[in-house]
């Protein structure tokens, strides 16, 4: 019979034709392949499968360790810290036959993940041509995942590493590829960007089983976890689940014979026979399963961030996700709180330009705002770089900038503000409200951002904008607000008693102009929780 006739048993049989290839061989992960970059000062996880309790030794820069595999082929061994090095060598495997990586650098590893505005290439963003006619930097380092959704802890895909030239940097990560562009000039040292990245997704596949645990006191996470342990083998309803569909399917290949062989139709396919998570790459942990986990444990230093689109109408939920997702990769990563970095969405749509604002990306960002309470994380704001009429903004090389000002001021210890202002707190004095803020830099300013241009102070008829102002009866108006030292006074004749503030609260502020001097943006903000 045609093979799709059997997708279930088929899966099966492919999957045990692989265990059975790997008999008398070694198999590593796509990560460890010709160009690939080692994180530095870090111990460095080198592992992968051959034939049970057959001893491997990796070797690489006069360092050597060895490892015995377990009885499901898999060994790992921990090579020691190594300082960064731009030197091409060579890593050596060696059991049943000898595998040599070739050119293998050591610097920092960065994974780069989300939708679309992550996924977008140098190619589709600003000064192609330019870009990539510059992009002679052999030490930056990129390799891109396959979309892979998946039921099962996939192990690993296909996929190598590319070295950055004027003929590969049009296909990288735009975003990665500018972030860690910033990065190799300040830090000197090799970048390596591994680019796990769906265009259209929402941040739930991306999420792994471990962080919808973490916060499973909200709603949404008690539905996944109820969902994936009904039909995860590892559990008693699930393994029942799974013996359960692979009966039934016993039972009906038996009536399909018995009908064909008598000239009919074989009956229809029985339902209990497809047992999984989901059928779409939008449904939980699947991503996270065939995309990221395969990367697991490959020594980072961090990770960057750009997703939120597919969320776009949430605001709180989304807050508790991004805590899973962070605090999930983390641990199933164990590699500390390593830093993690996300692009809060930029201003998109029609500017509505009401007070009360709330409207379209209003609230996600102010729940990306929020999430900056995990710790050993950041948020480049871009409200000053989108496009009214794309949700693809092509300025792609500051979105990387921004990202790198966080590494490069809370990673690497630069005397370097990490961003534009970010609420803190509000005061009430005298009929006014004071607006506190950190990472003021070297002061406030009213600016103006052209293109890929700095960003302009604003002196002559400058006027803050984009500040609402409502007492108890919670009524927006716009307020008059101006910098006072380095806190911004908002008030308005008509709200003698003021009792909230909002600053760009909607989804396309046109016109907030509020900077540090380093020419980076204030966040949108809100004191409310109406």
């Known amino acids: ?6 997708p279930y048993l088929i899966r099966i049989l492919a999957t045990c034709s692989v265990a059975f290839n790997l008999q008398g061989a070694i198999e590593l992960p796509a990560t460890f392949g010709d160009h690939m970059v080692l994180q530095r000062d870090k111990p460095v ?11 491997v030794k990796v070797s690489f820069g006069g360092k050597t360790a060895s490892a015995k595999a377990g009885k499901d082929g898999r060994w790992e061994v921990r090579l ?3 300082k960064a090095s731009g030197q091409a060598r060579e890593l050596t495997v060696e059991g049943s036959e000898e595998i040599i990586i070739k050119d293998v650098l050591v610097g920092e590893v960065w994974v780069c993940s989300g939708q679309s505005n992550m996924e977008w290439s140098v190619n589709g963003a600003l000064n192609p041509n330019e870009e990539k006619q510059a992009a002679n930097h052999p030490k930056i380092r990129h390799i891109k995942v396959p979309k892979i959704p998946s039921d099962s802890h996939e192990r690993n895909f296909k996929a190598n590493w590319q070295v950055c030239s004027p003929a590969t940097a049009g296909g990288f990560t735009a975003v990665g590829y500018y972030f860690g562009r910033a990065l190799m000039q300040k830090l000197d040292v090799p970048i390596g960007l591994i680019n796990s990245s769906w265009g259209g997704t929402r941040i739930e596949p991306w999420m792994p089983i471990e962080g919808y645990r973490i916060v499973r006191d909200q709603g949404f996470a008690q539905e996944v976890i109820k969902r994936v342990e009904a039909v995860d083998p590892s559990t008693e309803q699930g393994k029942a689940r799974h013996l359960a569909g692979i009966q039934s399917m016993r039972d009906w290949i038996k009536q399909a014979e018995q009908a064909v062989q008598a000239g009919k139709f074989p009956p229809s396919r029985p339902a209990t026979a497809q047992v999984g998570i989901g059928t779409s790459h939008q449904d939980p942990t699947r991503l996270y399963r065939g995309m990221i986990h395969p990367l697991v444990p490959y020594a980072i230093r961090g990770a960057i961030w750009y997703q939120g689109e597919s969320n776009g109408n949430e605001g709180e939920t989304y807050y508790h996700k991004k805590h899973g997702l962070v605090k999930g990769w983390r641990k199933v990563w164990n590699q500390g709180d390593f830093p993690f970095y996300w692009v809060q969405l930029a201003n998109f749509t029609n500017d509505k330009k009401t007070p009360q604002g709330g409207d379209g990306y209003a609230k996600i960002r102010d729940a990306e705002r929020m999430a ?3 710790p050993n994380s950041g948020m480049a704001v871009i409200m000053d770089i989108g496009e009214t009429s794309d949700i693809h903004p092509k300025n792609k090389q500051d979105v990387g900038k921004r990202l790198a000002q966080w590494a490069l001021a809370q990673t690497y210890g630069q005397d370097v503000v ?3 202002p970010l609420y803190e707190k509000m005061t009430v004095e005298n009929g006014k409200t004071r607006i ?7 002061g406030l300013i009213i600016g103006k951002k052209d293109g890929l241009k700095p960003t302009e102070e604003i002196v002559i008829d400058a006027k803050l904008e984009r500040f609402a102002i409502a007492g108890k009866d919670k009524t927006w108006v716009w307020a008059e607000a101006v910098i006072d030292g380095d806190t911004v006074l908002v008030s308005h004749p008509d709200v003698p008693v003021p009792v909230a503030v ?6 396309n502020p046109l016109g907030a102009n509020l900077y540090n001097r380093e020419g980076f943006p204030a966040s949108p903000f809100r004191t409310d929780d109406w």
């Open 436 to 442: 506190h803020f950190k990472h003021i830099g070297k």
């Open 372 to 374: 900056l309470d995990i």
């Open 502 to 507: 909002r600053y760009a609260y909607s989804a």
């Open 1 to 6: 019979m045609p093979t799709k006739v059997f």
């Open 418 to 420: 990490p961003s534009g």
């Open 45 to 55: 996880p080198v592992w992968g499968w051959s034939d049970a309790g057959e001893e």
């Open 80 to 82: 020691p810290a190594m």
